[in-house]
């Protein structure tokens, strides 16, 4: 098939991490749209995606309406690519259960990442359950390969059933390189116009009941394809173990166990039975090995399977070597645990917001007045852990508006002022129907929004209120003062947190407000677009006094020196080149010990370079 322009990818192998190989394979598919709402670990998928000639690419709001969005582009008969995490899947549940039931015009492919171990989000849940749940098919590769390979085939699979396919990758799998063998791209599936069908589209109740049959149907002939297709790889050797097994999980029992007897599983759901049956029937004892939830295992107990797996595996964190090495022993098939994989443990690193963080100055000023702080999902969780430790809850996205409403409607005699902090990206994403219901309910509640003008945690991406879009266009800038007021907030204040002792002031102000108040602290991210730090400060020995006053306020470029004062005090340090000349910690220092070195060399006659 021709590429638009002449342009084409020459068939090589490279090494690419799993969602380099997911947006590489989706091109050579011939997918033109890709939506999405940006979430650890999935987001590079669009990012890569979106610098392909002859696509369409965009970010959504929220998970929901990039699902909604996708289906609206492929109603047109486009072929579409939609990735989120796994939480986010929880937000896009409502559109794509009634999807299932439609079915596709195009192939539709919804890449879903999860995260055993947590390693970026507040759960670990497992999406093949949801999948299940939906009636929708899900692949699971267990390599970069594997990624590119199952996203390709996944865009005919999903015309060949009318349905839409789940690729579900774990954070192993999207952010580890492996070899990937390319291939030519195909020409863009672009729609032209909505394909009309009230029956299959319009799912109301009398035209709902004969598509719920059809997905029923659907499901035999995919769990017949399923039984026989090459990517449920079936290999008998041993006949006294047989392991089931799918995902990373598998490299590491087939490094373990090589002899053993597999049944390697790149579909999930439907589960591959009649081959899990026959390797039962081939083999004396059979384990399962997956990550997080005992789908699989619960899967062929079902079909009357005997098998064991969560007995000797953990049902929580993510697998590696060794515990797959301890759960191998613990069953009796290996005789001594493996050797550690690390030699050295690793030097801890917590999470902490960067230097220059325009959040910093609004928590140090909740933390000023002990206000109860609901919080969100974003960079200024970090502020729950210590210095500031001035975050006391989070749930999910959006959740801290709610919560504070709530709080408000119920505490008879509260003993702090009622915060809700939430972020830019994450208010256009879920937080304008909390905010609505603090308005209604008149709820006597501040909410904070920490707008950084990006979408920070996930890497910089925009939303509503950048101002550009995903393909570089400039677009219309939502003003958050617009959707607050349009709302129906009476008592509006917006504030820069770098400018600390006026924050407090006007926060102040907000949490004493009668009803729903709204404090706008606004400043742009220290590191987008680029890494702000033309003029870094220096802690002068003579004025401190060792008060600790800007190690409070947690900046990773302030760190305890090896010098001390007279009295025996600690003298901190500020690491230049990590200092972003914010200015909080000259303006929270009692001893006016701080000064950045361009006010040093211009109070010493020095010329400051501009």
């Given at each position: 098939?021709?590429?638009?322009n ?23 598919a ?9 979430g650890?670990?999935s ?22 309406v ?34 299932t ?8 492919v ?8 947590m ?27 594997e ?5 390709k ?5 999903s015309?060949k ?10 954070t192993?799998i999207?952010?580890?390189r ?5 291939g030519e ?7 032209d ?8 589209f ?37 006949k ?10 598998s ?21 591959p ?28 107990l ?7 797996g ?8 993510e ?12 069953a ?21 917001l ?7 100055g609004?928590y ?14 974003g ?12 975050v ?11 919560n ?16 809700a ?66 709302l ?12 600390y002792?006026?924050?407090l ?31 870094p400060?220096?802690?002068l020995d ?16 302030i ?14 340090e ?6 972003t000349g ?29």
């Amino acid at each position: 098939m021709s590429v638009p322009n002449g342009q084409k990818e020459k068939p090589n192998k490279i090494l690419q991490f799993g969602n380099e190989a997911i947006a590489h394979g989706a091109r050579e598919a011939g997918c033109y749209f890709g939506v999405a709402y940006p979430g650890t670990p999935s987001t590079e998928i669009l990012q890569i995606f979106h610098t392909f000639p002859s696509v369409m690419a965009k970010w959504s709001p929220n998970e929901k309406v990039a699902v909604e969005v996708g289906i609206g582009a492929n109603l047109t008969g486009s072929r579409v690519l939609c990735t989120m995490k796994h939480v986010g899947l929880n937000v896009a549940m409502d559109p794509l259960m009634t999807f299932t039931y439609t079915g596709v015009v195009a192939g539709f492919v919804l890449v879903v990442a999860d995260d055993p171990g947590m390693h970026s989000s507040q759960n670990e849940q497992d999406s093949r359950m949801l999948a299940k749940f939906m009636k929708v098919p899900v692949l699971d590769p267990a390599n970069s390969q594997e990624a590119h390979d199952f996203t390709k085939m996944a865009f005919e699979f999903s015309e060949k059933y009318n349905t839409p396919v789940m690729m579900r990758e774990t954070t192993r799998i999207a952010h580890a390189r492996g070899i990937v063998q390319l291939g030519e791209w195909a020409e863009p599936v672009r729609g032209d116009n909505m394909k009309r069908d009230i029956q299959r589209f319009v799912m109301m109740p009398n035209f709902a009941r004969a598509r719920h049959t059809f997905a029923e149907e659907r499901t035999l002939k995919l769990l017949d394809f399923s039984n026989n297709w090459e990517g449920n790889e079936l290999n008998l050797q041993s006949k006294k173990i047989g392991i089931i097994t799918a995902g990373v999980a598998s490299n590491y029992v087939r490094e373990l166990l090589p002899d053993a007897s597999y049944l390697k599983v790149g579909m999930p759901w439907p589960f591959p039975v009649e081959k899990a049956r026959k390797l039962a029937e081939h083999c004396e004892r059979v384990l399962v090995v997956e990550e997080l939830e005992p789908f699989m295992e619960e899967e062929a107990l079902i079909a009357g399977i005997k098998v064991q797996g969560k007995e000797f595996f953990p049902r929580e964190g993510e697998l590696d070597l060794d515990t797959v090495g301890e759960g191998l022993h613990k069953a009796g098939l290996l005789d001594a645990v493996p050797p550690p994989n690390a030699n050295e443990p690793v030097l801890a690193r917590p999470p902490v917001l960067c230097a220059g963080c325009p959040h910093r100055g609004i928590y140090m000023a909740l933390k000023k007045i002990n206000a109860d702080v609901y919080g969100d999902i974003g960079c200024y969780t970090l502020a729950a852990l210590p210095p500031l430790e001035s975050v006391h809850t989070c749930f999910c996205m959006g959740a801290s508006i709610g919560n504070a409403v709530g709080a408000a409607l119920n505490e008879n005699n509260p003993k702090h002022h009622r915060v809700a902090i939430i972020g830019d990206s994450t208010f256009f994403h879920s937080g304008l129907t909390g905010l609505l219901d603090a308005v209604a309910s008149n709820a006597n509640m501040t909410v904070v929004i920490v707008d950084n003008s990006i979408t920070a945690m996930t890497g910089g991406q925009q939303h509503p209120g950048s101002g550009k879009d995903l393909m570089g266009e400039i677009g219309p800038k939502i003003p958050i003062e617009d959707v607050v007021t349009g709302l129906g907030v009476k008592h509006l204040i917006v504030t820069d947190t770098y400018e600390y002792d006026k924050t407090l002031e006007l926060l102040k102000e907000a949490v004493k407000h009668e009803g729903p108040s709204v404090l706008i602290a606004r400043r742009p991210c220290a590191l987008f677009p680029k890494k702000i730090g033309i003029d870094p400060y220096v802690i002068l020995d003579d004025p401190c006094s060792g008060c600790g006053n800007c190690l409070r306020i947690g900046c990773p470029a302030i760190s305890i020196s090896g010098r001390k004062t007279d009295r025996g005090m600690h003298i901190p340090e500020i690491t230049a080149d990590a200092c972003t000349g914010c200015t909080l910690c000259q303006q929270v220092c009692k001893d006016d010990a701080i000064f950045s070195i361009a006010e040093m060399k211009k109070s010493s006659g020095e010329e400051v370079e501009a």
